[in-house]
């Protein structure tokens, strides 16, 4: 029976251990699947992240016209530096406004001396003499020919007079960022059309030989053919190097690398004549009310005016209130004064005093100040009015200029027409021997100089027409 029972007590440790070692195995097959379901999440990362990174490398970035701007706006230095201007301009403001402001100001001397003194005759001593002041003043303007105000007034005038004119200078480089955005445009449509002159040279010499092969032709004329390849591959070539010239400008002028560099492409359609204002005068009279160069040139004359009137509080007396406290101790090794407190507020006191400054006679310099701010003032108006004949004279030639690309537009478009035909027309009289080889040539030329001429057309009369969107103040898009 006792043999049983200790039986049944080891077959129940074995199965405990069996069990035990079985939980252990399970849990660790489970630990294993995690680490491998982690490990294999790590590879699946690792290898999309350098896909990943593979493709983003393969694509080249493409600039927008709205980047190019947005980008020149941000980091030209002009514009840079005009900010900085604002900045500078508003602690002007500030400092201005300072001006009405009481001025507090406090001080504290302390000094000590050292030497001999006689306390009685013939008997003299060292002596050490210690000596504390301090004090505390206000003063304020009280009236100065009201020059503080007109002070102020004019930093408020130098800030919102630079606030257009860094508008105005943003203006220019965003109309110059366009223009170098549409040339690049240009030459890369010119490009297009000097490798497609090419592929068709390439496929009519391919023609000629078969021709010359089948003796409908002379071999002379297989010459003839591989000198206009030629040809249009030196035009390809020098369009490859107007395109890339147009790139380096644009890069350079956005101040970014040129290598890898390269735009976005713009399909512009035939524009049509609705792109061209009808009249001169609702351009000028939007500008003139809202151009910055003419609210700059307005500031200016508001600033030489309040100049004068600055200039003229020289005449006027000055008027300021000042208020100081005074208090001080003195120590000596030679006498048992009272504590350092109890001198301060023994000698503690008051002053106060009203300053009344009248000029009388200044040596000219009030005179003069004056004079020349009336001289400042009629050149501001001088200047104003040269900027707006300026701005007129601009207009009406971006006016006239863009009447003009239309009509060329327009006979591009026309002579292009008929230069197709006749171009089609010699290839057919070739191809069945009623044309030499010359002629055919002489009428693809023209051909080409029609497709140059109205991608030309097309370009010019497209930007100035911008340029009127300009003047009226409409965002450049294309």
């Not at 301060?344 to 000219?364: A, E, K, M, Y």
């Amino acid at each position: 029976m006792e043999s049983m029972l200790k039986l049944q007590k080891v077959l129940k440790r074995v199965m405990k251990l069996r069990f035990g070692t079985k939980l252990l195995m399970t849990k660790r097959k489970v630990q294993m699947k995690r680490i491998n379901n982690r490990r294999h999440m790590k590879k699946t990362l690792l290898i999309t992240l350098f896909f990943a990174s593979i493709l983003s490398f393969g694509q080249q970035k493409k600039w927008t016209l709205q980047e190019c701007v947005s980008h020149a706006l941000e980091n030209n230095i002009t514009v840079k530096q005009g900010e900085n201007t604002l900045l500078s301009n508003e602690q002007d403001v500030i400092a201005a406004k300072g001006q009405f402001y009481p001025s507090l100001g406090a001080g504290i001397n302390q000094s000590m001396s050292l030497g001999q003194a006689e306390l009685f005759a013939g008997n003299f001593v060292d002596r050490r003499f210690h000596s504390t002041s301090i004090g505390l003043s206000v003063s304020q303007t009280v009236f100065n020919g009201f020059r503080n105000t007109y002070i102020y007034k004019q930093s408020q005038i130098n800030l919102e007079a630079n606030e257009f004119e860094l508008a105005r200078i943003k203006d220019d480089i965003s109309l110059n960022v366009a223009n170098a955005y549409l040339n690049v445009l240009f030459n890369r449509e010119n490009l297009e059309t000097a490798q497609a002159q090419y592929e068709f040279s390439k496929k009519q010499l391919e023609q000629v030989e078969d021709l010359v092969d089948a003796g409908v032709q002379p071999k002379a004329n297989i010459y003839d053919a591989q000198a206009t390849l030629s040809r249009d591959a030196q035009q390809v070539t020098i369009a490859e190097n107007n395109f890339n010239l147009a790139l380096l400008s644009l890069s350079q002028l956005l101040q970014v690398p040129f290598a890898d560099f390269d735009v976005e492409i713009i399909e512009i359609d035939n524009p049509s004549e609705t792109l061209m204002y009808k009249s001169i005068e609702p351009v000028l009279e939007y500008a003139f009310q809202n151009r910055n160069e003419i609210k700059v040139a307005e500031k200016n004359i508001e600033n030489a005016e309040v100049g004068t009137k600055i200039s003229k509080s020289g005449y006027l007396p000055n008027v300021s209130f000042g208020y100081g406290y005074n208090a001080g101790a003195n120590f000596s090794n030679l006498t048992s004064d009272n504590s350092f407190f109890q001198q301060l507020n023994d000698n503690r006191g008051h002053s106060f005093n009203l300053n009344v400054s009248i000029p009388i006679f200044s040596r000219f310099q009030n005179k003069t100040s004056v004079a020349k701010s009336q001289i400042a003032e009629e050149n501001a108006k001088l200047g104003f009015n040269q900027v707006k004949l300026n701005l007129e004279s601009n207009i009406q030639r971006a006016f006239t200029d863009a009447q003009v690309a239309l009509k060329a537009y327009v006979a591009a478009k026309s002579s292009l027409s008929s230069q197709e035909l006749a171009f089609n027309n010699a290839k057919e009289r070739y191809d069945i021997g009623a044309m030499t080889a010359f002629d055919l040539e002489q009428a693809r030329v023209q051909f080409i100089n029609a497709m140059s001429s109205l991608i030309n057309a097309k370009y010019d009369f497209v930007f100035k027409t911008k340029v009127l969107d300009f003047y009226m103040g409409k965002t450049i898009t294309y």
